[in-house]
């Protein structure tokens, strides 16, 4: 099974690394709104606690999820390809492990959505960003990106699934975008409208962008850790279930 698991991984992999469309979409333009975020609205931003000069500390924690939010649509568009294509007939046809179709996809949308969110950190280095974070907050930080990774990845998979076309599978992508600036990711959640703000500060979202800033800011992390980790605990096993009900059907 992990032999299977790995080989269908990579071949997925060599798809996205042949893609420019992908390396655009899930590299590029996460680093063009972090430099657009910090450039030209960093020096306008008035935030509580957060000094002249230190926005990108504030602004990155987002810009990273926003980083792994975009893979999703390429996860869920390969997934439909494949099953639209008739690949998903051909894999059954073959002497490999079922279980491994689905898993390498997960595995190669998790691996490609990691080694993109760590170019956009080191761009944000390269133009400010520090962190006094101790090792062990920065593996808790890892930890909650690689889970934050997975749980998007199987996410992708119903809507992929039940989708007839590769533009329905990819839509999805837009609503967690969406969730994403309806967040704490560029400004605080209480300068927002009353009804905004009672929905941004209790949306998945929120607790994991909180979590991982107040780690690399040596802050208390308060509430926001176990929501976080419930959120995506909740979020993935919930879409797993549906996702491995649709592809038996599939």
Known sequence: MLKDTFTLAGRLIKHNLRSPDTIITVVLMPIMILLMMVYLFGGSMKIAGVAHGDYINYVLPGILLITIASGAAYTAMRINVDKTSGMFDRFKSLPISKVSVLGGQALASVSFMLISTGIVLLVGVLIGFRSSASVGA???????????????????????????????????????????????AFVPVTGMPKPLHLFAEHQPMTHVIMTIRQLLAVQNVGNHGWLALLWLAGITLVAYIIGLRLYRRV
């Open 138 to 184: 920065w593996v808790l930080v890892g930890l909650l990106l690689i889970g934050f990774a997975i749980t998007i990845t199987w996410l992708s998979v119903p809507f992929a699934l039940a989708a007839s076309s590769v533009d329905g599978a990819s839509a999805f992508s837009y609503i967690l975008l969406l969730l994403l600036f309806v967040s704490s």
